[in-house]
């Protein structure tokens, strides 16, 4: 079946620290990947995506995501994260219909 | 240019009743989804809808049903509500059915 897991629930980090979230998924065949955020008080909002091509794919706000076919991997990653990037990260995966992952809950303190 | 807009923007009801959420696409966009997002859980596929097709199905109950109307807008219905449907409802437009989904703001329903 198909399915998108996020190994991280909820991950505590001070500025300036350095990002990465795990994404696995479980998909025969061609899949397109994303990851959305969710700040409080906000709706869904893409963060970047994966159709083909380029596997290292630059997002917005300094994110970036490496799409690692022989892993099965799409982690989420940024250099140096601020408190503003406090929210909630969900991994998708698209074949026929959109699958998100349990998502992971992301707090940075000053 | 607005967003996907939802309505209403939060609902109690009680067991046994039936619900209708509303959905507006973004303009142009003729393909609308509809997910039930647990707390503490990622969002799960009900339906999607394109040109007021039903193109996709999740793995919810009959009591779960949608259709799309000619000017693209969505409304979901869900009957006999049980208390596990409480949830965060979310809609999410795009322009065609496989392209990036856009998503509103989410209709909360509380379920007595």
């Known amino acids: 079946a198909q399915s998108v897991s996020q190994h991280n629930h909820h991950v505590i980090l001070s500025e300036a620290a350095s990002l990465e979230l795990g994404c696995n998924y479980s998909y025969g065949g061609t899949v397109n990947l994303f990851w959305y955020v969710q700040y409080p008080g906000q709706h869904l909002q893409l963060l970047l995506k994966?159709?083909?091509?380029?596997?290292l794919v630059k997002g917005i706000k300094g994110f970036e995501a490496e799409f690692i076919k022989s892993k099965f991997s799409f982690n989420l990653r940024k250099p140096s994260v601020q408190w503003s990037d406090t929210a909630e990260y969900f991994c998708a995966g698209e074949t026929d219909k959109l699958i998100f992952g349990t998502g992971t809950r992301l707090q940075v303190f000053p | 240019d607005a967003g996907v807009t939802q309505s209403p923007t939060h609902l109690i009801k009680t067991r046994g009743q039936h619900v209708t959420l509303r959905c507006s696409p973004i303009?142009?966009?003729?393909?609308v989804s509809w997910y039930q997002q647990v707390l503490g859980q990622g969002p799960q596929f009900i339906f999607q809808y394109y040109e007021k097709e039903e193109r996709g199905r999740g793995n919810f109950p009959d009591r779960f049903s949608a259709r799309q109307f000619p000017n693209y807008s969505s409304e979901l219905n869900v009957n006999a509500l049980l208390l596990g449907d409480s949830a965060l409802y979310l809609c999410?437009?795009?322009?065609?059915?496989?392209?990036?989904?856009?998503f509103g703001p989410g209709t909360r329903l509380t379920v007595l």
């Open positions: 999410a437009s795009s322009l065609e059915a496989s392209h990036e989904q856009f």
């Open positions: 303009s142009g966009h003729k393909s």
């Open positions: 994966y159709f083909s091509g380029d596997p």
